[in-house]
C-alpha cells in the first residue's frame, strides 16, 4: 500500500468520478475533498472516504494539491475555473496541479490551461476511455494533452487510475482524439441498431443475426457493449444520449473547422437530436434502436439513474 504525500480533490463525483476517487483512496491516496454540484452525491462520497464536503471548487482547491475534475459539459467547465469567482478553482490556482478527465472542446482545454498557468498553476487535461468499473479497477485508457513536463509530473498519479497512460500533445490535441473516438462509437452505434432493426423487420432471429455480426466485418465493441441491450430493450444509462450528442456536435464543429464535410456523423447525430426532442436524452445510447426496430416506434421508458446503475457490458464502452 502506498503513502503518497499528495492531497488529491475531486470536482464532479457522478459515477466515473466517485469510482476514480474511490480507486486512489484504496491504494493510499488521501482524498481530502469532493464536490458536485448535486450535494447528496459529493455528501455521501465524502463520508465514504472520510473527506471533505467541499462547498465550492474553490474550496477543493484550497485544500488538495491536486484537482481532478470529471465534468463533462463545455459550459460548467469554464464555470468552475471562472477567473472573477471567488469560489471557483481559480481562486486556489497556484501551485496545484489540475487534471481534466471528460470529454470537452479542445478550446476549452486551451483556455483552461492558459488561465491556469497565468495564475501559477499547472494543467493537463487526461480524456478517459473505459467504464465504470475500469475507473474502480484502474484500468482507464487515459489520453492526455499539456505541456510535457506537466505530464511527467502527473504520470505517477495516472497510472494509478488507468493501464494505458499515452501523451497525445499539447492542450487541446488529446481532446481532438477523444472526440474522434466517440464520433466513430456514437456512428457505430447508430449502424448497429439500424442492422438490428432491419433484421428484426426481416424476421431474423437477433441472437443469431448478433453471433453472424461477431464473427464478420460486422464486428465491434458496440457490438459486445450494446447489441444484446439493443434486443432487449434494456437502456438504463451507462453512456447517454445526451452525450452522444454532445461529443457528436464537438465533432462536426472541428470538421467545420476543417472544411470537411461528415454525411455519416451528421446522420448519427440527427438519430440522437430525435431521441432529445422525444425526452430520452437520459437513456442509454443504445436507445437509438428505438428508432430503427419496426415494433417500437420511438416508445422506449428506460431512463438513466444518477447512482451505481450499471448496465450488463463487457466493460469495454468509452465514456466522455
Not at 32 to 56: F, Y
Not at 83 to 107: G, V, W, Y
Not at 150 to 157: D, E, I, L, Q, S
Amino acid at each position: 500500500m502506498l503513502n503518497p504525500p499528495e492531497r488529491i480533490g475531486f470536482v464532479g463525483v457522478g459515477r466515473m468520478g466517485a469510482n476514480m476517487a474511490r480507486r486512489l483512496k484504496a491504494q493510499g491516496y488521501r482524498i481530502a475533498a469532493v464536490q458536485d454540484r448535486l450535494a447528496e452525491l459529493s455528501e455521501t462520497l465524502a463520508q465514504e472516504l472520510e473527506s471533505e464536503q467541499a462547498r465550492s471548487p474553490a474550496r477543493v482547491a484550497e485544500i488538495s494539491n491536486i484537482v481532478i475534475t470529471v465534468i463533462s459539459d463545455d459550459a460548467a467547465m469554464r464555470e468552475i475555473y471562472a477567473e472573477q469567482d471567488s469560489a471557483s478553482l481559480m481562486a486556489h490556482a497556484k501551485d496545484r496541479l489540475f487534471i481534466n478527465c471528460a470529454t470537452l472542446s479542445p478550446n476549452v482545454h486551451r483556455d483552461i490551461e492558459r488561465l491556469v498557468t497565468e495564475r501559477g498553476g499547472r494543467c493537463l487535461e487526461a480524456c478517459m476511455a473505459g467504464s465504470i468499473t475500469h475507473a474502480r479497477e484502474g484500468t482507464l485508457y487515459l489520453m492526455c494533452g499539456g505541456k510535457p513536463e506537466v505530464f511527467a509530473n502527473a504520470k505517477a498519479v495516472l497510472e494509478v487510475l488507468g493501464t494505458k497512460v499515452q501523451y497525445i500533445g499539447q492542450a487541446g490535441e488529446a481532446a481532438q482524439v477523444k472526440v474522434l473516438v466517440n464520433m466513430v462509437m456514437n456512428s457505430n452505434t447508430v449502424a448497429l441498431a439500424e442492422g438490428l432493426g432491419l433484421g428484426a423487420a426481416l424476421g431474423i432471429d437477433l441472437t443469431l443475426l448478433r453471433d453472424v455480426f461477431s464473427q464478420t466485418g460486422a464486428a465491434s465493441r458496440v457490438l459486445d457493449t450494446d447489441g444484446e441491450d439493443m434486443q432487449q430493450r434494456a437502456h438504463e444509462c451507462y453512456f447517454s444520449v445526451a452525450h452522444a450528442a454532445k461529443d457528436s456536435t464537438i465533432a462536426l464543429d472541428l470538421a467545420e473547422q476543417a472544411g470537411l464535410s461528415l454525411p455519416v456523423a451528421r446522420a448519427t447525430l440527427s438519430q440522437y437530436q430525435r431521441l432529445m426532442e422525444s425526452g430520452k436524452g437520459g437513456l442509454d445510447k443504445s436507445a437509438a434502436a428505438e428508432l430503427t426496430f419496426p415494433d417500437r416506434l420511438g416508445s422506449a421508458k428506460s431512463t438513466c439513474d444518477s447512482g451505481e446503475n450499471v448496465k450488463r457490458r463487457n466493460d469495454s464502452t468509452v465514456l466522455g
